[in-house]
């Protein structure tokens, strides 16, 4: 069974801080270093848009232009975890934010767009209050 688990949602104010966490397990991430994962979120109404991404050995990381500078993406192959520090929260920033793992090949690979994704979280709902 796969299963990746958010947490660490919440409700913050304007200008405040999370730490989503985002933990891997089952067979298929036996070997989870051979998973490039991503950060998305979906705003009510809206469409699911990509927050973050991290290779395979997390020398590569990528984020979308709303959230550079404030929020990142890191990851730690020992213990099949995936994070994502939030700072400067907005109230835009306000989703369901889903983690992904994306098989990946040899090198520094990351992906923006959801289809290229394989397994998903079931959500953690962050609320930024202004």
């Known amino acids: 069974q796969v299963q990746l688990v958010e947490s660490g949602g919440g409700l913050v104010q304007a200008g405040g801080s999370l730490r989503l966490s985002c933990a891997t397990s089952?067979?298929?991430?036996?070997?989870?270093?051979?998973?490039?994962m991503g950060w998305f979120r979906q705003a009510p109404g809206k469409e699911r848009e990509f927050v973050a991404g991290?290779?395979?050995?997390?020398?590569?990381?990528d984020y979308a232009d709303s959230v550079k500078g404030r929020f990142t993406i890191s990851r730690d192959n020992a213990k099949n975890m995936v994070y994502l520090q939030m700072n400067s929260l907005k109230p835009e920033d306000t989703a369901v934010y889903y983690c992904?793992?994306?098989?990946?090949?040899?090198?520094?690979?990351?992906?923006?767009?959801?289809?290229?994704?394989?397994?998903w979280g079931q959500g953690t709902q962050v609320t930024v209050s202004s």
């Open positions: 992904a793992a994306a098989i990946a090949g040899v090198g520094n690979y990351y992906y923006t767009t959801s289809g290229r994704y394989n397994y």
């Open positions: 089952g067979r298929t991430f036996s070997t989870f270093s051979l998973y490039a």
């Open positions: 991290i290779s395979r050995n997390g020398g590569s990381t």
